[in-house]
Every structure is written in structure tokens, then in C-alpha cells.
């Protein structure tokens, strides 16, 4: 059995549900305690409700369960937080605050903390965008975890917390819905492939970004939390790559496989985020700190999604 037990926070998220599943199949299904603002179907483990915002019920579900590391994935993301910018910095560093300090008082061995290539603003290059690349972020979204990766450090200098954090691409999957995020059409290209409809794009076609499968992006996640301590350099968050594409190139991919399918663009307000966004990352901290080697491209990963979708 176990000896650790995780508290996953924003477990019906999009990274969340694919996270959890994951912990459950390292710890015990048992040993991993999923909590969200709203329950979802099909929960199976132990599962609560909880309100980020709410610290005194973090502090009572850390200890009722005997808490050890905390995955906190609860945010509001990029496209949706520009909809309402106070908010979005109300939950996400209100949220950050209540869980650090949870975890410093009851002495928590580990907390996850996930950051953004969002925290890189324009004055950057854009091509391998470096690990110590000045953030400028232009949205509250990348504003709050530029901020967070500075308080994860701090709390890590001031209290000697083991606070770990990547900055996720965008992250591709099939087991989850897209959240709100610049880069969710990536996301939704494939279902509308499968469905055998036209699918118009919200950024324009040559508009490449940074992204990552969802199964390299869990086992980063994992890798990064299983690593000695001493090992991890940054303390802030580590650049994290998979691949980079624009979607006249995923629309290729597909198109491969998906004779017939067609994309039609028509920019909206995404295109301007997603233009002050790196068009690659530069990961070469955390291949060189804890190993990390991505496994899917744009090729392998259009198969595997198209494979699963149809399923």
C-alpha cells in the first residue's frame, strides 16, 4: 500500500480528470482523494466537494485524510479569464494562497503547482522561448501564475517547501472537453474530424504555438513529482515542450487520415493572446534536471486521438 496520500484540487478539469485517473494507477485508487466545485459522472475513488476559495476546508480535507502532496489544478484559464479579469485573479492567486499556506501549516510533504507558456509576454524570442525568458504576461490568466511561480519559489526559499511546477503548452487530449484555454482548438479539430463536419479555427492558419499530448503531459507531471528534491533546479516552473504546429499543419495531419475534412479560419479575440505567445519552447532545464523527453508528435498523436475519438 501507499504512504503517500494526494489531494488532487480542479480534479474535473481537463489536465485534472487525466491526472487523477493517473495518480490513482501509481498510489491506489484509495490513496488519491479528487476534489472539485461540482461533482462529476462517473466518479470512481474517493471523491469531495471543495471550493478553493474555501481554506478552512482545504485545511479540514488535508487533515481528515491525512494529506501528503497536493496537486492544485484549479484556475480559471486564458480565453475564459479575459471574460471577467478580477475574478479570474481572485480564484487563481486567492486559490494558490489557501493552498500553499494549507500545506505549510500541516506540514505537507509535496505540492504541484501548474504554470503556462501564458506567463511569456511579446518581448521574447519566440522561437525556443528560454527557461529564463522575462515574463511580460498579457492576459490576468498568465499575470496570476507568473505571479504564483514567484510565490512557489518564495515559499520554497522562505519555508523550505517542496513546491514543483511545469509550464504546460497547450495540452491535447481525448478523455476531457477543452477548459477555456488559446489553444483548445487544437482540441476541438478532432471532434469535429470524427463527427465528419467542416470546422472553422479561431486562430489564423499559420499561427504556431507550443503544444503537448495529454498522456506526456501527465507523465511529465509524474516524472517531475517522483524526482529527488535535489535534483530539481527551478523552483519557479520548468519550461515543458512536446511539439510545435499551427493549425494549417494539424489540419494536414488530419486530412491524412481524414480525407475530405475541411478548416475554414476566422480569428477572434484568441488570435491576439496567442500572438504574444512562443511559437517553440526551449526544454532544456528539465531534460537536463529530471530526464524529460516527450513521446508523441503531431503525427503519432493525430493517430492516437483520431483512434480513441472514433471509439
Known sequence: MSKEKILVIGANGQIGSVLTEALRGAF????????????????????????????????ETVERHGITQVY???????????????????????????????????????VFFPSSIAVFGADIPRQMTPQDAVLKPTTVYGMSKSAGELWSQYYHLKFGMDIRSL??????????????????????????????????????????????????????????????????????????????????????????????????YAP????KIADSWPESIDDSAARNDWNWQPRFDLETMTKDMLDHLKK
Open 72 to 110: 492544485h489544478l484549479a484556475a480559471i484559464l486564458s480565453a475564459r479569464g479575459e471574460q471577467n479579469p478580477l475574478q479570474t485573479w481572485d480564484i487563481n492567486m486567492g486559490g494558490l494562497f489557501n493552498v500553499f499556506e494549507v500545506a505549510r501549516e500541516k506540514g505537507v510533504s509535496k
Open 28 to 59: 491506489g485508487t484509495s490513496n488519491v482523494v479528487a476534489t472539485d466545485i461540482r461533482e462529476a459522472e462517473g466518479q470512481e475513488g474517493p471523491f469531495e466537494l471543495l471550493n478553493v476559495l474555501d481554506a478552512k476546508a482545504i485545511a
Open 268 to 271: 477572434d479575440f484568441r488570435q
Open 167 to 264: 509550464r504546460y503548452p497547450g495540452v491535447i487530449g481525448w478523455q476531457s472537453d477543452p477548459g477555456g484555454g488559446t489553444t483548445d482548438y487544437a482540441v476541438e479539430i478532432y471532434h469535429f474530424a470524427v463527427k465528419g463536419e467542416d470546422y472553422t479555427c479561431f486562430l489564423s492558419e499559420g499561427t504556431a504555438l507550443p503544444m503537448i499530448y495529454m498522456d506526456d503531459a501527465i507523465r511529465a507531471t509524474l516524472e517531475l513529482m517522483d524526482t529527488e528534491a535535489n535534483k530539481i533546479k527551478v523552483r519557479t516552473s520548468y519550461n515543458l515542450a512536446g511539439m510545435s504546429f499551427s493549425p494549417s499543419e494539424i489540419a494536414a495531419a488530419i486530412q491524412a487520415q481524414v480525407p475530405g475534412f475541411k478548416v475554414n
